[in-house]
């Protein structure tokens, strides 16, 4: 027989199918038809940053107009709220000291595993007590411990320095597990530029839309047009560097976002950052949640 030249081709066709002949039946399948990559959705249970702690994709903030609009419906009418919002996948709750609903939250929460929720709140102020001031919020909503708790509402330059005090009494709950994880909300972008520089920060709570609606010292920012979102980008960048947990908010403008088009244009820019691991969203009624579930899970897809 004579010598047949096999070429470079035909040798690796033939090495693959050996491999193959070698695999199982299931593992060849797997080479053949491999698994399609999983679309995201709103209710994916994420990773916050290095904390290792998981929430929600998206969260339900229970502080709409200061929880002033969520109290007005009624206590009953809230607790279905929060248990809806359970129900269709959500297990991030944003709570706050100074929200009119945060003595409802204890009811609100009863009856929800524990284990599946990430209850974030704030502290405002410099409390004389702090440690008394976070136990309150542990005993408030029923719990042993808080999943994430923030600095509330920080605007000041140089606040590090001032809220020692408050940061230290944070670091002793936390060693104490009444609280997992610790940052800060932001509402100046000074502030904001410490928040990141400082290593007490593990958790960010950060006002984020293309409008540039009600967010920290951005230029032009109208409802329907674009602004200089610029400076919280970049601070949002470096959060991701440092790996931060960094979570959303006013994605919907404060709720001044009437129509469907300007809510969906800013939640497109949300999910389009890397930096977030997740946004927070006031909802008033079930359907609303319902809605905007279906709005992001679309705007994923679509990504």
């Given at each position: ?8 081709r035909q040798f690796l066709q033939t090495t693959a199918l050996a491999?193959a002949a070698l695999m199982s039946p299931w593992s060849l399948s ?244 890397k930096e977030l691991n997740a946004v927070v969203i006031g909802f ?20």
């Open positions: 027989m004579k010598n047949q030249k096999v070429s470079r491999g797997n080479v053949l038809a491999a698994e399609p990559v999983a679309k995201r959705t709103a209710i994916d249970q994420v990773t916050l940053g290095k904390t290792g702690i998981k929430l929600s994709r998206l969260g339900m903030g229970t502080g709409v107009n200061s929880g002033h609009n969520q109290i007005g419906n009624g206590k009953e009418a809230f607790i279905r709220l929060v248990h809806h919002a359970y129900d269709q996948g959500i297990t991030y709750f944003d709570c706050a000291q100074n929200y009119e609903t945060f003595g409802w939250m204890g009811d609100a929460l009863k009856g929800l595993p524990r284990e599946k929720l990430f209850i974030q709140s704030k502290v405002p102020g410099k409390p004389e007590d702090v440690l008394a001031t976070i136990d309150n919020h542990r005993k408030t909503f029923q719990t042993d411990y808080i999943d994430s708790l923030l600095v509330h509402c920080m605007t000041k330059d140089g606040w590090v320095d001032e809220w020692k005090r408050v940061m230290d009494g944070f670091n002793e709950a936390k060693e104490r597990k009444w609280i997992h994880a610790k940052g800060v909300s932001c509402h100046k972008i000074g502030a904001l530029r410490e928040a990141v520089a400082s290593n007490f920060n593990e958790v960010h709570l950060v006002r984020v839309n293309p409008q540039g609606w009600h967010m920290d010292d951005v230029t032009r920012a109208d409802i329907e047009g674009n602004a200089d979102v610029t400076p919280v980008f970049d601070q949002l960048k470096l959060m991701r560097g440092k790996d931060r947990g960094v979570i959303g908010m006013k994605i919907f403008g404060n709720g001044d976002f009437k129509t469907e088009a300007a809510r969906e244009k800013s939640l497109r820019y949300a999910m389009s950052l008033e009624t079930p359907q609303q949640v319902d809605d905007t579930i279906k709005m992001m899970n679309r705007v994923l897809a679509e990504a």
